[in-house]
């Protein structure tokens, strides 16, 4: 009986032992791509080039697939803090090419694709200051409009904020509000494989030290979806056609850091563990999140990367599938 049961001990202890070995193999490599000399708030990526936007002076500048040289490309008039740009889906009335940036005192930017035209293409009524939250509605849930969030991160009291919809003609209504903690730094709309929150509106909501993913449906209606254990800010969907494709850039996910003034990429390869969920990183300690949809809710599994010690002031995120 003992050789069985020393047999039986060496089974489990296999058993126990696996995923920690698989865990250790499935590390995330971050590296520096792109060492910039701007203080980035925000990257977008538009088939060709990418974008950069500088924290409060509200310059965009413009590089190849390589991530460098930079090139000034546009300029929206100075504003203190964050503002983030998205790229025209080029449908449902938005042109293709078209640059859209939400900058702090809540103005919606319409920057021509050569950067040469920027005009004021709406401005969100009565809100207060915000950190430029920005998305399309790829799933159609919201009519496919241009969606943006007010709410000023960093704060621990349940200040919250507001959703908005904004359509083509730079019409703009009111969608509804959240009340946790903190406010919103970026949004993303929820891939249709997202359980019950599908096609929703996802908010990454930093209370500075803690905060949490919200999701809103079409008639405004907000819940949390999962509490983090460090503020939110960079949020991106793992599912092809969140961006133009790579052509000439990488596949993978680029992250700014505002403190470092690098882009930091991980490659696709090593995300595919987490192909279709939520990926979510913190502000200021470079934890990443892979949020899913589990039964009847959702989980958030916190994603071992090479990201370890250091300070960091990660801003935006763009994902660009293979």
Same mark, same amino acid.
């Given at each position: 009986m003992r050789p069985i049961r020393a047999l039986i001990v060496a089974l489990l202890l296999a058993i126990i032992l696996m995923p920690t070995a698989r865990a250790a193999q499935s590390t995330v490599q971050f590296r520096v791509f792109a060492h910039t000399t701007i203080r980035l708030a925000d990257i977008a990526w538009t088939g060709k080039q990418f974008l950069y936007v500088e924290n409060t002076t509200n310059k965009v500048a413009a590089a190849g697939p390589s991530g460098l040289p930079t090139t000034p490309f546009a300029t929206m008039p100075r504003q203190v803090e964050e503002t983030r740009c998205r790229i025209s889906p080029g449908a449902h009335g938005f042109a293709a090419g078209d640059i859209y940036c939400h900058s702090p005192d809540n103005k919606i930017y319409r920057i021509s694709p050569d950067g040469k035209q920027v005009v004021v293409f709406a401005t969100l009524p009565h809100a207060p200051r915000?950190?430029?939250?920005?998305?399309?509605?790829?799933?159609?849930?919201?009519?496919?409009?241009? %969606?943006?969030?007010?709410?000023? #991160?960093?704060?621990?009291?349940?200040?919250?904020?507001?959703?908005?919809?904004?359509?083509?003609?730079?019409?703009?209504?009111?969608?509804?509000?959240?009340?946790?903690?903190?406010?919103?730094?970026?949004?993303? %709309?929820a891939p249709a494989s997202f359980g019950s929150a599908s096609g929703q509106l996802l908010i990454a909501v930093d209370a500075g030290k803690t905060g949490s993913l919200v999701a809103m449906d079409a008639h405004g209606q907000s819940r949390t979806v999962t509490q983090l254990s460090d503020g939110p800010n960079p949020i991106t969907v793992l599912t092809p056609g969140q961006t133009p494709a790579a052509s000439a850039a990488q596949p993978g996910v680029y992250v700014t850091d505002t403190l470092s003034r690098n882009v930091f990429f991980a490659p696709a390869a090593e995300l595919n563990p987490y192909s279709g969920d939520v990926l979510v990183g913190?502000?200021?300690?470079?934890?990443?999140?892979?949020?899913?949809?589990?039964?009847?809710?959702?989980?958030? %599994?916190?994603?071992?990367? #090479?990201?370890?010690?250091?300070?960091?002031?990660?801003?935006?995120?763009?994902?660009?599938?293979?």
């Open positions: 915000s950190d430029g939250a920005l998305t399309f509605d790829t799933v159609g849930a919201f009519g496919n409009a241009l %969606i943006a969030a007010t709410g000023r #991160s960093g704060g621990s009291t349940a200040s919250g904020g507001t959703a908005f919809a904004i359509d083509s003609a730079g019409k703009v209504r009111q969608i509804g509000s959240y009340h946790n903690p903190g406010g919103a730094d970026e949004i993303a %709309i913190s502000e200021l300690r470079g934890l990443f999140w892979a949020i899913r949809s589990s039964g009847s809710g959702f989980t958030a %599994i916190k994603i071992p990367t #090479s990201l370890t010690g250091g300070k960091y002031n990660f801003e935006g995120a763009v994902y660009i599938a293979g």
